[in-house]
């Protein structure tokens, strides 16, 4: 009766095969596994549902700095705040912002600063990096853009003295 149950959005599809249920008993590997389903990559942007936690740690960025909030994901509610020039997102264990999970690259992407403005750059990992929907290589972040990271999905957000000047100059 187990084969017939549906697996949960959270369990990775393993390989199949005679060997598929059997473990690796010769040694682990340290691979990235890709998606099962192109409905694992669709884009549906949150609403503005964000707790007062949130709302108060996102009025409380200094300027230059950002903020990135996991969304949905086995970290879901974590925050990352971006205020280095340059921030290391990966499986690596010495990555800025560290995801334990085998849809993320060891060295995923970069998210890199100019003055007030943020950059993502993808590291050629292998399930690619997203920003609001749309596999880049690189794309500038703008408040509110949704990344994705493996199964992780974060949104980003910048210091609202940083808004203030844009809009104002």
Do not use: C, W
């Not at 949960?8 to 690796?24: K, L, M, Q």
């Not at 949130?54 to 949905?72: F, H, K, N, Y």
């Not at 334990?100 to 060891?106: A, E």
Request: no cysteine.
């Amino acid at each position: 009766m187990d084969d017939d149950r549906r697996p949960e959005p959270d369990e990775i599809r393993r390989a199949s095969g005679a060997n598929a249920d059997a473990g690796n008993e010769f040694g682990s590997s340290d691979t990235t596994q890709t998606f099962g389903h192109d409905s694992d990559l669709s884009f549906v942007p949150f609403g503005s549902d964000l707790s007062e936690a949130e709302l108060d740690a996102i009025e409380a960025l200094p300027s230059g700095a950002a903020l990135l909030i996991v969304r949905s994901g086995p970290t879901a509610g974590a925050r990352y705040l971006l205020d280095t020039d340059v921030t290391t997102v990966g499986r690596h264990p010495e990555a800025d912002i560290f995801f334990d999970d085998v849809t993320v690259s060891r060295r995923h992407a970069e998210i890199t600063r100019a003055d007030a403005a943020f950059e993502l750059v993808d590291q050629r990992s292998l399930n690619g990096t997203y920003v609001n929907g749309e596999r880049v290589d690189r794309s500038a972040l703008t408040n509110g853009s949704e990344v994705r990271v493996g199964k992780f999905r974060l949104n980003f957000f910048v210091s609202p003295a940083d808004l203030s000047q844009a809009a104002g100059g």
